[in-house]
């Protein structure tokens, strides 16, 4: 192929709009594919030298071939010009260029619509399998912060309103257990990505009688695609991959906010470290959440992807369209934020310091006032009763501006007969955490299980 003439140039007696070309070319960003395509395209070589249509000695020139394109592009030398359209054709044009006219013998058999889809899944196996190990490594690090502060309590909060203490290890722990799922949905997509779709051809099948299945363990994939119409359209594993990182950003971003609100003066339960926090230009005294902040900025650019994705597809008719070249933006874009962001996060959540007294202090006892409630109903008492009149005590409380610890046993036996002495050890932290031990719960029995069942998955790398 010599330069400038394209591979596809024989139907066409005008050459393209330089503006055309421009608009077409996705080498800008396609050629992050350049290491997964070339390996595609040795093992597809050796796969046509199988099945008779290429001579040993043929295969060995492109396989070497390829080798010098891979080390010339790696090196940073080669010059991506858009008149090349894409990697798939720069890989070509350049191993002709250095082998000659057998170079053209590679495409036989295939089409840039199984190549491309080929790429992109041997792409998203290590995509996944970095993003699975940022996540397990903040799983590490989550661990490690609450074994550190297994009896750290503070208020827990729904509608941001206390609502009952626990301690920083359970909440630390919620983190990893939404990981862990993330984890999982990271696997599956890379399992149901785990196909070969070379052999599909542009949309009909290959003519070439190819062995797909040697071709499949070849490239390290569990097994073929079923149906060559779905294999070149089907970008199902991309979305999968980029909702996935979608809902890693949606559990960072409302921890994010939690971590935000909580260094805030008025909250103080943490700092961040000067490393992972920033001044302002003007006011000398701030010190400011960027890292969580940005973290929370960004999920709206991973949602934004996987929005732009979805809308790509939906009105594609079967098979290919060049619409789907789209696809490959917002699936970079999100493995690159969704992967610093998980670091960014990691380096905040590890670096940061607690303040378990400013924690402490922020709990009002009137967070006691279910396990008040619930008292009353093991007296018997049925809970819609109980739930009534420790909200009447709590309004008087509140009117009086007195803790609930402060009343003295007179003084509840006479808001309800109900109340027996025993009520006086309940007003306090630690009974009330002592008191749920339930599975899954926040006392100090049932989170020290957590913790071993935590370690344990953390251990056995197995994702949920
Ligand atoms: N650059 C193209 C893409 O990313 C490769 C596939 C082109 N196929 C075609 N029939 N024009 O989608």
Redesign the pocket.
């Known amino acids: 192929m010599p330069e400038g003439t394209k591979a596809w140039s024989g139907r066409f007696a005008g050459s393209t709009a330089a503006l055309m070309e421009r608009f077409n070319a996705?080498i800008g960003f396609?050629r992050k594919l350049m290491d997964v395509d070339i390996a595609g395209s040795v093992a597809w070589a050796r796969a046509l030298a199988r099945a008779g249509v290429l001579a040993p000695a043929e295969v060995d020139l492109i396989v070497g071939g390829l080798e010098q394109v891979r080390r010339e592009m790696a090196a940073g030398t080669y010059d991506f010009r858009p008149e090349l359209?894409?990697i798939?054709m720069a890989v070509e044009q350049r191993l002709t260029q250095l082998i000659g006219p057998v170079g053209g013998k590679l495409h036989t058999g295939r089409?840039?619509?199984d190549?491309?889809n080929l790429d992109e899944r041997l792409f998203l196996r290590r995509a996944a399998s970095e993003l699975d190990r940022a996540l397990r490594q903040l799983q590490a690090v989550v661990v490690a912060s609450a074994q550190a502060h297994v009896a750290v309590v503070l208020p827990g909060y729904t509608h941001l309103q206390q609502a009952q203490p626990i301690v920083f290890a359970h909440y630390a722990l919620s983190l990893f257990w939404m990981l862990q799922r993330d984890r999982g949905r990271l696997a599956d997509a890379s399992a149901r990505a785990d196909r070969l779709p070379l052999g599909s051809g542009?949309l009909a099948g290959t003519t070439f009688a190819v062995d797909r299945d040697a071709l499949a363990s070849e490239l390290g994939f569990a097994g073929i695609t079923e149906n060559s119409l779905d294999a070149v359209s089907d970008r199902d594993f991309l979305l999968e991959f980029i909702a996935a990182a979608a809902i890693v950003m949606m559990h960072l971003s409302r921890f994010c906010e939690d971590l935000i609100i909580w260094s805030s003066a008025e909250f103080g339960f943490i700092e961040l470290a000067d490393a992972f926090a920033t001044g302002s230009s003007m006011m000398p005294q701030k010190k400011n959440p960027d890292s969580l902040e940005l973290v929370r900025g960004k999920t709206g650019r991973v949602y934004g992807s996987l929005m732009s994705l979805l809308t790509t597809m939906k009105g594609i008719p079967l098979t290919?369209a060049?619409d789907?070249?789209e696809?490959?933006e917002p699936f970079f874009d999100a493995l690159e934020t969704a992967l610093i962001s998980v670091e960014v996060f990691t380096g905040a959540w590890e670096t940061m310091t607690l303040r378990p007294e400013r924690m402490a202090a922020a709990i009002d006892d009137k967070a006691l006032a279910t396990d008040l409630a619930d008292y009353l109903v093991r007296r018997g008492m049925p809970f819609r009763e109980a739930h009534r009149v420790i909200g009447s005590l709590v309004r008087r409380a509140i009117a009086d501006g007195r803790a609930l610890a402060s009343y003295s046993l007179a003084e509840f036996q006479a808001h309800d007969a109900a109340f027996g002495a025993d009520v006086m050890s309940l007003l306090n932290l630690e009974a009330s955490l002592a008191q749920r031990n339930i599975a899954g719960g926040t006392g100090p029995d049932a989170v020290n299980r957590q913790l071993a069942q935590a370690r344990a998955a953390l251990a056995a790398g197995t994702a949920g």
């Open positions: 996705s396609d359209e894409d798939h089409s840039r619509n190549q491309v542009a290919y060049k789907m070249q696809d490959k």
